[in-house]
Structure formats: structure tokens, C-alpha cells
């Protein structure tokens, strides 16, 4: 086909021509979407709620519950309707419009895993000076240069990726990922891909870079803590962080380092789903797993905590 860049929609990958398998492929979905929305919605609430989680560290961590639920809601209720109705079809603006908020969301949830080593540096290596320097004030300038940077991310892509020539609409992916739709242009990609890889690999290793040193820093203030439980307590606060970098980071690596090709893959569609969907549904696990006043918080919320100490009291 010729320049298909002005038609008016694209089409999707379905994961399977049989309908009962398409029924199967939005339950499980629907599954995921509402256990992920859930997770996240209830962290939101349960730091909302309880004021002794009013912190710089909780409200970053706010922050990136707001985002695993916007960048999950940006895909998958696209492609469980898509499955329900037997439709393949996305429009061109709703293309744009998911790869850009897809971006956005992605790249600020990244700056703000950046700004929380900042925090858990400060909060360790200088916590006589905590407040003054971790104060609201900063916190929320903090967190608005993440969604700045965020956005000129996703401009940047989104601006890059449409504004080239497709010699087709069928994208060979269950929502419009950008290596999937390189494959089908036919612009030359050379500088399109030298421009968006240099923007993306300079915000990516800067921060990357910046989470390594300044850690190096934290675990020598650690080792320094002359008490086994002071270590163990400062580290407490460290692991969940680096767990969720750690599977931020792998999950993108495995996206944005294959090479784009033309031709659906198994393969291709597993690490999208596992990109895509992973990091949001256990970030909220990881955190409340090792975090006592995360757990006390939601069992306050759910009435949990509540409801063990009326037994107590029966029991006595």
C-alpha cells in the first residue's frame, strides 16, 4: 500500500481467530486489570488515609501507584474490548494518543524511581537534615520535573514515530508499540532512530547511573551503622526500591532492545504482556511485602487491624 500515514485507523494483533479463546484472552485480562487496579488503588488509599504516612517517601511511592494505574489503563481496556467485540481496529488518533500517554507514563514513573534514591540517600546518609532538605516544597518540584521530562519524552517519540510514511496498518502487536510500528514504515528510520534512541539512552543511563552511585553511597553509610538491626531497619527501607528498579529495568530492556520486525512472534507477544502488565500488578506487592506501616495502614483501612484487636480482647 502506499502512504497509509492519513488512514484513519490501524489494526491490531488478535491472539486468536477462535472466539472462545478471545472470550478466554479478556477474563484473564479483565483479571489482571482489576487485581492491578485494586493493588494500587488501595496503597493510594491507605497513604491517604493515614497521616503518619504523610512522607516524602510515601508520596513518591503515591505517585507511582498513580502511575502503574495509568499506563495499564492506557492498553489493556483497548484490547479487552477489542477481544470481546472481535474487533482489530484502532483509530489513528487513538494510536498516537495510546503511545504517547504510554510514554509519559512510563518515562515519569522512571524519574520518579530516580528521585526516591535521592530520598532513601538523604533519609540515611544525612537524616539530621531530612526535613530540610526532603521538605513538601521539593518534593513537589521533584516530582513535577519527572512529569516534564515524561512529557517531552513521550512528544518526542510520539512526534517522531507519526510523522513518518507506513506501507501498511497492521500492527503486529495487541496495542501500538513503537518497534511494532517502525516495522511497517517505509521512511528511512536511520535518523529517526539515531534522534529517539540518543534522547531515550541519555535520560535512561543518566538515571540509571545516578540510582548506582548514589546507592554505592547508601550501603557504605549502612555498613557504618554499628548495630545489626539499625542495618537491617535502613535496609528495609532500600529493597523494595531496588526490587522495583530492578524489574522496571529488565522488563524495558527486554522491550526496547529487540529489534523491530514485520512478522508477529510469540516471543514478542510475551514480553509485551510481561512489560506491560508485570511491573504495575507486583510493584504494589513488593512494597507492602517488607514495609511494616504499608501493611498496618491497609489492614487499618480494610478493617483488618481492627477486627484482630476485638478478638484480643474477647481472647483475654
Known amino acids: 500500500m502506499s502512504n497509509l500515514s492519513f488512514k484513519s485507523e490501524f489494526l491490531l494483533l488478535e491472539f486468536s481467530e477462535?472466539?472462545?479463546l478471545q472470550i478466554l484472552h479478556s477474563l484473564v485480562f479483565l483479571v489482571l486489570y482489576l487485581a492491578t487496579m485494586m493493588e494500587n488503588l488501595l496503597i493510594i488509599a491507605a497513604i491517604a488515609v493515614d497521616h503518619h504516612l504523610h512522607t516524602p517517601m510515601y508520596f513518591f511511592l503515591m505517585n507511582l501507584a498513580i502511575l502503574d494505574i495509568a499506563s495499564i489503563s492506557v492498553i489493556i481496556p483497548k484490547s479487552i474490548a477489542n477481544s470481546i467485540t472481535g474487533s482489530?481496529?484502532?483509530s489513528y488518533s487513538g494510536c498516537a494518543a495510546q503511545v504517547f500517554l504510554y510514554f509519559l507514563f512510563e518515562t515519569t514513573d522512571f524519574v520518579i524511581l530516580t528521585v526516591m534514591a535521592r530520598d532513601r540517600y538523604v533519609a540515611i546518609c544525612n537524616p539530621l537534615q531530612y526535613e530540610t532538605i526532603m521538605h513538601k516544597a521539593a518534593?513537589?518540584?521533584?516530582?513535577?520535573?519527572?512529569?516534564i521530562a515524561g512529557f517531552l519524552n513521550a512528544a518526542m517519540h510520539t512526534g517522531s514515530t507519526f510523522s513518518l510514511h507506513f506501507c501498511s496498518n497492521v500492527v503486529n502487536q495487541f496495542f501500538c508499540e513503537i518497534p511494532?510500528?517502525?516495522s511497517i514504515s517505509c521512511s528511512d528510520l536511520y535518523l529517526v532512530g539515531v534522534g529517539l534512541l540518543a534522547f531515550t539512552s541519555g535520560l535512561s543511563l543518566g538515571c540509571f547511573i545516578f540510582i548506582?552511585?548514589?546507592?554505592v553511597q547508601i550501603f557504605t553509610a549502612v555498613l557504618k551503622i554499628p548495630s545489626v538491626h539499625g542495618q537491617r531497619?535502613?535496609?528495609?527501607?532500600?529493597?523494595?526500591?531496588?526490587?522495583?528498579?530492578c524489574l522496571f529495568e529488565t522488563t524495558?530492556?527486554?522491550a526496547y532492545t529487540r529489534s523491530p520486525?514485520?512478522?508477529s512472534s510469540g516471543q514478542d507477544l510475551v514480553i509485551a504482556i510481561i512489560y506491560t502488565m508485570v511491573p504495575p500488578l507486583m510493584n504494589p506487592v513488593i512494597y507492602s511485602m517488607r514495609n511494616k506501616s504499608i501493611k498496618a495502614a491497609l489492614w487499618k483501612l480494610l478493617g483488618i487491624g481492627h477486627s484482630l484487636d476485638s478478638i484480643s480482647r474477647i481472647a483475654l
Do not use: D
Not at 518534593?139 to 512529569?147: I, R, T
Not at 548506582?212 to 546507592?215: A, D, E, F, G, P
Open 18 to 20: 477462535v472466539r472462545e
Open 88 to 90: 482489530r481496529s484502532i
Open 139 to 147: 518534593c513537589v518540584q521533584m516530582a513535577g520535573s519527572a512529569w
Open 180 to 182: 511494532s510500528l517502525l
Open 212 to 215: 548506582i552511585v548514589t546507592y
Open 233 to 245: 531497619k535502613a535496609l528495609s527501607t532500600c529493597i523494595p526500591h531496588l526490587t522495583v528498579f
Open 252 to 254: 524495558a530492556v527486554l
Open 261 to 263: 520486525t514485520n512478522s
